[in-house]
Structure formats: C-alpha cells, structure tokens
C-alpha cells in the first residue's frame, strides 16, 4: 500500500477551520507531502468499501466519542494518521460513512490531502462525492494551484461544479493571480461569458489589485463594477491609503454611495486626518455635507486630537458650537482628557457655556479618571456641587469603574458615604457584586448604615441574583430576615 510521507499539520474537522489551515499550508516554502502512489485516473468507485478493509481501533473510537467537539477533533487526527499508510482505504471508508455533516468534514480533510500531491485525482474524487459543502476544499486547492502556475488553476475550473464551489474557485485563482498579473488576470475575467462568474472575478482581481495601486483600483471599479462590489473594491483601496496617505483616503469617501459603509469611511479619515493634520481635518469635516458622516465624523476627529492636545481640541470645538456632532464630540474630548489631565479637564468642562454639555462632560471625566485613580475620582463625585442628579451620574460611573478593580475597597468606601450619596453609589455596585457572589453581597447590602441605601442595594441585589438563578434567589428571600413588606415587594417586581 502506499505510503504518504507528510501531512499538513492539525486534523480539526470544522470545515473553516480546514479552509484556514489548507491555505496557509499552500505556501511554496512549506511543501507537504502526500502519497507516493495514488492513480491520477482511479474513480472513487474503484476504491469502494471491500470486506477487507480494517478500521484503525483509532478511528472507531473517535466515532463512538458522545463530545461532538472532542469527537471531531480525535477523528480528524486518527483519519489523518490512517491516511499516512493507507489513503485508498481512507478514501473507500469516508465514502461509506453515512451522508451528513460528519462525511462532508471529511471529504474536506481527505481531499485536501490528497490534492497536495495529486490535484487532480482530488478533482476527480471530489467531483463523484455525492454532497455539498466542498467550497472551502475548491477554495484552497486552487489558491494552491495558483500561486504555483495560473494557467493550471484556470484550466481546471471547469472541472468544478457551478455554483458556489466554482465561484469560491475563480476567487482563490484570481486573488493569487491578480497580485502577479492583474493585467492579464482582469483580461481573462471580464472575457468569461458567464456574467456572474466574470463579476466575480472581476471584484476579486481589483480587490487584489488595490493592494498594490489603489487608484487604479478604483478607476476600474468605476468603470466595470457598480453596486456592493463596487464598495467592497473601494473600501479595500481606502483601507490601504489610509495608513499611507490620509488625504487620498479621504478623496475617496465621496466616491461611496451614503450608508453604513461611507460614515465608517468618514470617521476613519477624519481620525487619520486628525493624527497627520488636525487642521485641515477639520476643514474637510467642515465641507462635508450635513448629515450623518458629519455628525459621526467629528467625534472622532477631536478624540484623535485630544489625545494629542487636548487644550487645542477644546478650542477649536468652542468655535462649532452648532455642529450636530458637537455633543459627542465634547463627551470624547472629555473621556481623554480625563483619563490624563483630570483637574484640567474639570476646570476645562465648568466654563463650558451649555449647562447640557458641561453635566455630560463632568460625568464622562467621573468615569474616565476612574479607570486610573477611582478613589480619588469616586469621592470628587461625591462632592461634586451640581444638580444632584449629574453628582448621581458621576458617582455611579466612579464606583462602576472602581468595583472592577478593588472590591473590598468600594465596599468600604460606599459604606461610609452619607445617606445622600451612600443610596445611588450602593445601588450602582451592588449587581456587580451579586453577579459573583450574591449571598455576600446581600450581607454586605443589609450592613449599611442608612435605611435607603440598604433597601436601594437589596433590590438591586436581588434582582440580579433572580436574573441569574431564581431558584435559588427565591429560597434565600423566602428564609431571609428581611422585612414582610421589602420581602413582598422583591417578589413582584418585574423580571428585568
């Protein structure tokens, strides 16, 4: 029988996961092995289950494993092992397994073995398999043929089903190809007569192509794509001058149709701009017609600048007081500057003129200086002199911030809080603490000292012990000390 000398490393049978590891195997650096002897013009039927056929004790085992993922991955390695010295036997056994997920897993692996060696015995092969599901097999063995000789991969698809397989083909191919010779690639896309099949090489080419030169890309995706490949060819080409030339990204924004594609396009430019240039990002946002793009575009630039220089980002937001972005912007600006230069924040938030923007701001500094210093962020809160809900707000996210980091030290610090405050900050960490451990939190909730901030951090409490194990959140109440009323009161309160 035939021996494989080597073969591609991991035997995992998920179908991506296959896909994955054959293309990176695909390499001319990493050649793999395969058969020694396996007929070029032997049909699958040839090689049908015979009574003297042994199944590895391996292999049988990997079968009767119960966890599917456990099961998947010992068949794979045990298939993968048998393959080495027998890959007729292999081949006659997976196509006696019954037709299901499991039998197309391994049609995957097996084929990508054995057309690392032989790719047209795996075309053969597969072409008699009588299941779907092969398109991530089709896609990785024509990467392969490709990056070896172009003319051999186009030559062979149509030796691949119609469909999604083929295209999945024509992708791997062109992709390969494209980035040797997109002249010649793009050429022999758009002369199939097949009009799907030609876009799809067509998108695949350029996609390739703006790699390499994006404005090419583009003005050929205009003149031979429209609609979502058309986006999809200019999104690749923007992504790659966004790192090397913001401003020619940024020219290519206008070109996308409005949507959900353009105002990601929008923000991301505007942030590079904002790192390369903050002025003239601004101007660029400022020419920008109204709408969307705009308003979620300038958030994005005076964080970029903020980070920088966050007294010049303030002033030049000062001058856009009627910007829809305005409002976000002045909360991302408030988030970065309070992370690093809290007291110049606050002093730069409390001169704001809106008494709307100024609370936002006061509260995003609260929460942003929290996730460095929460104490000293959690008891500026606590006595910030504002409207008492901005102090609430402030307060919550500080304590919010500090329970991720010291919990006995939150705790502590909340129960020594007055009434006024003690009730929101319990509240704001009391379901942290029961998402962990929901009997101690509720100890903890019946020490405090005031009557509202023990019932605020109880219900709280409780609620989230009930969301997560109602069983067992209704036992502790229903033998709890807890007044008849609170008690009644916890019991009808609405799931969340």
């Known amino acids: 029988m035939a021996t494989v000398r080597s073969l591609p490393s991991g035997a995992a049978l998920g179908a991506l996961a296959l896909a994955v590891g054959l293309v990176a195997g695909c390499r001319r650096d990493s050649p793999a092995a395969a058969p020694k002897e396996v007929p070029t013009q032997q049909s699958v039927a040839a090689v049908a289950p015979k009574a003297s056929i042994v199944v590895p004790a391996a292999v049988a085992a990997a079968r009767a494993e119960r966890d599917p993922r456990l099961r998947s991955r010992r068949l794979g390695q045990a298939l993968e092992e048998w393959f080495r010295s027998e890959p007729e036997a292999v081949l006659a056994y997976v196509r006696a397994l019954p037709r299901g997920s499991e039998q197309t897993e391994a049609w995957l692996l097996v084929l990508g073995w054995l057309g690392r060696s032989d790719p047209d015995r795996a075309l053969a092969v597969a072409a008699e398999v009588e299941t779907r599901g092969l398109s991530p097999f089709y896609a990785a063995l024509f990467a392969q043929l490709a990056a070896q000789d172009s003319a051999g991969a186009v030559a062979r698809l149509s030796r691949v089903p119609a469909g999604p397989e083929r295209a999945q083909a024509i992708r791997a191919t062109m992709d390969a190809w494209a980035r040797r010779d997109p002249s010649a690639a793009l050429a022999w896309a758009r ?7 030609s876009g799809v090489a067509v998108e695949t080419g350029l996609v390739a192509l703006a790699a390499a030169d994006p404005d090419r890309a583009v003005a050929q995706a205009r003149e031979w794509l429209g609609g979502p490949a058309f986006e999809r060819v200019v999104g690749q080409a923007f992504q790659v001058l966004l790192t090397a030339d913001a401003s020619r990204a940024a020219a290519l924004v206008a070109s996308l149709p409005a949507g959900e594609t353009r105002t990601l396009a929008t923000v991301q430019a505007a942030r590079a701009l904002a790192i390369q240039d903050p002025a003239r990002a601004v101007a660029w946002i400022s020419a920008l017609p109204a709408g ?13 600048w903020g980070r920088r220089d966050p007294a010049a980002a303030a002033a030049q937001l000062a001058t856009l007081p009627d910007h829809p972005g305005r409002a976000a912007a002045g909360d991302r600006l408030a988030q970065v500057w309070g992370a690093t230069e809290p007291a110049a924040a606050i002093a730069w938030a409390g001169r704001l003129p809106d008494a709307t923007a100024r609370d936002s701001a006061l509260v995003a500094i609260a929460s942003a200086w929290a996730q460095r210093e929460p104490r000293a962020a959690a008891t500026w809160a606590a006595g910030l002199e504002a409207d008492a809900e901005v102090r609430n707000r402030a307060l919550a ?19 020594g809080l007055p009434a006024a405050t003690q009730t929101v900050a319990a509240a704001a960490i009391a379901p942290g603490l029961a998402q962990r451990d929901p009997p101690a939190a509720l100890t903890w909730a019946q020490s405090l000292s005031s009557t509202a901030g023990r019932e605020a951090a109880v219900v709280a409490a409780y609620a989230r012990w009930r969301d997560n194990a109602p069983a067992a959140a209704a036992a502790w109440l229903a033998q709890s000390g807890l007044p008849a009323e609170l008690k009644e009161r916890l019991r009808a309160a609405p799931a969340r």
Do not use: C, H
Not at 191 to 197: K, V
Not at 292 to 304: R, V, Y
């Open 191 to 197: 002369a199939l007569s097949n009009d799907s099949e």
């Open 292 to 304: 969307d793009d705009t308003k979620a575009a300038l958030p994005a630039l005076i964080e970029a």
């Open 397 to 415: 996210g500080a304590v919010d911030y500090w329970l991720l980091q010291d919990r006995a030290g939150v705790q502590e610090f909340v129960a």
